[in-house]
């Protein structure tokens, strides 16, 4: 497992996203085990109890489960799954607009502007 780690979010947070992304690309499928928290912690090389934070945040998120002493796996409720995917969609979208508002571009213009770039960068 690889994450590109920044400066600026706290890493339990980047860690939780990182989760999110792979959930909604369908590389973690529902029900897939997930490495354990000691194993996370060696692999990203972050402290354990950072680890351990981001399993908690993901397992009151629904994320993920754990059952007794058994690895950790991924959501199987379909609407959580759902969720993650609209939101990560609707963090991209919030920050487009942020960065693109101050130049007052016609969302008419925006909109065709995205549909060409979609459609281009299918393509290739």
Not at 77 to 92: F, S, T
């Amino acid at each position: 497992m690889k994450v590109n780690l920044n400066n600026r979010d706290p890493v339990y947070v980047q860690v939780v996203r990182h989760f999110k992304e792979q959930i909604a690309t369908g590389m973690l499928e529902p029900g897939q085990e997930i490495p354990s928290r000691r194993e996370l912690a060696n692999q990203l090389k972050i402290n354990p109890n950072t680890a351990q934070r981001a399993y908690k945040e993901m397992e009151e998120q629904g994320l993920i489960y754990t059952e007794r002493n058994l690895p950790s796996k991924i959501t199987k409720d379909e609407k959580i799954l759902g969720a993650v995917r609209e939101e990560l969609i609707l963090q991209a979208v919030d920050t487009f607009i942020a960065s693109i508002r101050p130049i007052n571009v016609p969302v008419d213009e925006i909109v065709g502007l995205i549909k060409e770039k979609y459609a281009n960068e299918s393509k290739e």
